[in-house]
């Protein structure tokens, strides 16, 4: 049984960065997305990763300060997010199918296990 488990989620002031964690069970080949949801908005996907290629790919809104990272050992991706903004304020997920990553990878409805989300609240 695939299950995610993720971390790192906190309240910070404009500027600030913080470290996500996913830690992935289950499952050795995947696509991963993250994404995140304001309250009221659509949830959109800021980034994907291959973890067959370990390729990776950011959305505008989050390219330039953020970046993924993964530990093998504790079978974890990191989502590195720095300079953040009140606009980065939502919840994150992270969801994986078994596939490799395309352009399908950016809706939400393509992946088939989520997270539970980790909230990120970023105050001015």
């Known amino acids: 049984q695939v299950s995610l488990v993720e971390s790192g989620g906190d309240s910070v002031a404009v500027g600030e960065s913080l470290r996500l964690s996913c830690t992935v069970s289950?499952?050795?080949?995947?696509?991963m997305g993250w994404f995140r949801q304001a309250p009221g908005k659509e949830r959109e996907r800021i980034a994907s990763?291959?973890?067959?290629?370990?390729?990776?790919e950011y959305s505008d809104s989050v390219k330039g300060r953020s970046a993924i990272s993964r530990d093998n050992a504790k079978n974890t991706v990191y989502l590195q997010m720095d300079n953040l903004q009140p606009e980065d304020t939502g919840m994150y997920y992270c969801?994986?199918?078994?596939?490799?990553?395309?352009?399908?990878?950016?809706?939400?409805?393509?992946?088939?296990?989520w997270g539970q989300g980790t909230q990120v609240t970023v105050s001015s």
């Open positions: 969801a994986v199918r078994r596939d490799l990553c395309s352009s399908d990878s950016r809706s939400p409805s393509w992946y088939n296990t």
């Open positions: 289950g499952i050795s080949m995947y696509c």
């Open positions: 990763y291959s973890r067959l290629s370990g390729k990776t």
